[in-house]
């Protein structure tokens, strides 16, 4: 009985060495050897899925550059749909169809919501203007898409900021108003071309 317990409890200490081995020399040589997840999941796709991922594809390609060359005119308008006051104001909600920033070639037309005040609690106002000078307007290639810069006293002794951060994959935007007396408002949106 003694014997038997002696060969088995050896039976089971070789078969717990050499299991680590043998599992430590499959994974060791199957790695290289498989495909990575995507380039798997690819041969699995029937035809007709890769054909639609392919369009797809291409509808994207044309989208973003349609978002290029619509910056690129100076002929389009930032529609906002959200705005907030910085550094820690609530969000704000915009229904309004007529709040927009519009830039055309050399002037630009702005109707947007903001919040005047040196110090909390800030009045809610509307930058209601054209603006035929844009100071120091500038179209940088980012490697989300570009941003527009510009800016104008308009209607004020103070100076204000505008910088629209567009992405060309989405077609949405942000847009920073800065001045020299106001905290600066921050609007969430997107941009479509003026036809």
């Known amino acids: 009985m003694k014997k038997s317990i002696v060969i088995v409890g050896a039976a089971i200490v070789a ?3 050499t299991v680590p081995l043998v599992v430590t020399g499959i994974r060791s040589t199957s790695t290289p050897t498989e495909a990575p997840a995507d380039q798997r999941h690819e041969r699995e796709l029937s035809e007709k899925h890769r054909e639609r991922i392919a369009r797809r594809k291409a509808r994207q390609a044309a989208y973003e550059r349609f978002i290029d060359s619509t910056v690129l005119s100076h002929n389009f308008v930032f529609n906002p749909s959200m705005f907030n006051v910085e550094p820690a104001g609530g969000s704000h909600l915009i229904s309004n169809p007529n709040a927009e920033l519009a830039i055309y070639s050399d002037w630009a037309d702005i109707c947007l919501p903001y919040y005047r ?3 909390p609690p800030y009045r809610l106002a ?3 203007t054209i603006v035929t000078s844009l100071n120091g307007y500038t179209t940088v ?3 989300d898409g570009w941003t527009v810069s510009f800016d104008s006293w308009l209607y004020s002794g103070n100076e204000y900021t505008f910088t629209l951060q567009i992405y060309s994959s989405t077609g949405g935007a942000q847009l920073q108003m800065s001045s020299n007396f106001y905290p600066t408002t ?3 949106g997107s941009i479509s071309a003026v036809h």
Do not use: K, P
Request: glycine content about 6%.
């Open 126 to 128: 509307v930058v209601n």
């Open 141 to 143: 290639q980012t490697d």
């Open 186 to 188: 921050t609007y969430w």
């Open 15 to 17: 078969a717990l060495a």
């Open 117 to 119: 005040g040196f110090v």
